[in-house]
């Protein structure tokens, strides 16, 4: 199927060289041989950045769908997160390595650790080890997600290195000053996940529904959409 051409999604660059597109399309729920067919539509459409994770339990379907993409490899972002049961260093290793296999991709533009999980006190071993599957090639660009100042700068104190990405839970009612603000600071690109809120609040606000029915003639919600979904 012909590609379409649509209209151009601006990009961020960081300090590390990553070049983000300021739109990404979230897989969470999106499963199984259907799923693949959502993504390859996603990316038909103009989308490329693929968020995934391994708790998602659909990283093969992402992989699946970008290799039978006609989207050429390197025009796509995918990221992918590691759990947290998973960040002790050797633990990590191994899942960041099933990652890239069950995708079947030679390598995850972007890896994240999911949660901070500061009582289990080892996410500088989980941080470490992104930093090791970085420099091993297997990753390109590594972050986090859903960690407070605190918990990043911990992670700076202890290798020195600097996450590329925070994603964080952020929404028009839910804005985040502060952490936006840290995060632009350090060079941190803030990354937003259900960034039009939750269905029982956004998606029932007057001009959020105002504002789609100018473009929407036949009366659809967003929560019809099957494109529309909200990562854990």
């Known amino acids: 199927m012909a590609l379409l051409q649509s209209p151009a999604i601006p990009v961020r ?15 969470y729920k999106v499963n199984g041989f259907a799923g693949v067919e959502v993504i390859k539509s996603a990316l038909e459409v103009g989308y490329r950045l693929l968020d995934s994770a391994f708790n998602y339990e659909n990283e093969g379907v992402v992989g699946k769908a970008i290799r039978e993409s006609e989207v050429p490899r390197e025009d796509i972002i995918v990221a992918s997160k590691l759990p947290g049961r998973h960040h002790q260093y ?51 660009h590594i972050g986090v ?34 952490q936006r603000a840290y995060d632009q600071a350090h060079g941190i690109i803030t990354e937003a996940w259900s960034p039009l809120g939750h269905a029982n609040q956004m998606l029932k606000d007057p001009t959020s529904v105002r504002i789609a029915a100018m473009d929407n003639p036949e009366g659809r919600s967003f929560a019809q959409d099957p494109h529309w979904h909200e990562e854990a």
Not at 92 to 108: F, H, K, N, P, Q
């Open 13 to 27: 660059k960081i300090h590390d060289g990553l070049e983000l597109p300021a739109i990404g399309f979230g897989t």
């Open 90 to 140: 050797d633990q990590a290793r191994v899942t960041i390595e099933e990652s890239v296999a069950r995708m079947g991709l030679d390598y995850i533009d972007l890896y994240l650790i999911h949660w901070p999980n500061p009582s289990q006190g080892q996410s500088v071993e989980a941080w470490q080890a992104l930093v090791d599957a970085q420099k091993q090639g297997i990753v390109k």
């Open 145 to 178: 997600s859903n960690f407070l100042p605190g918990h990043i700068d911990l992670l700076i104190r202890s290798t020195g290195v600097t996450s590329a990405v925070n994603q964080v839970e952020l929404y028009p009612f839910f804005q985040q000053a502060g």
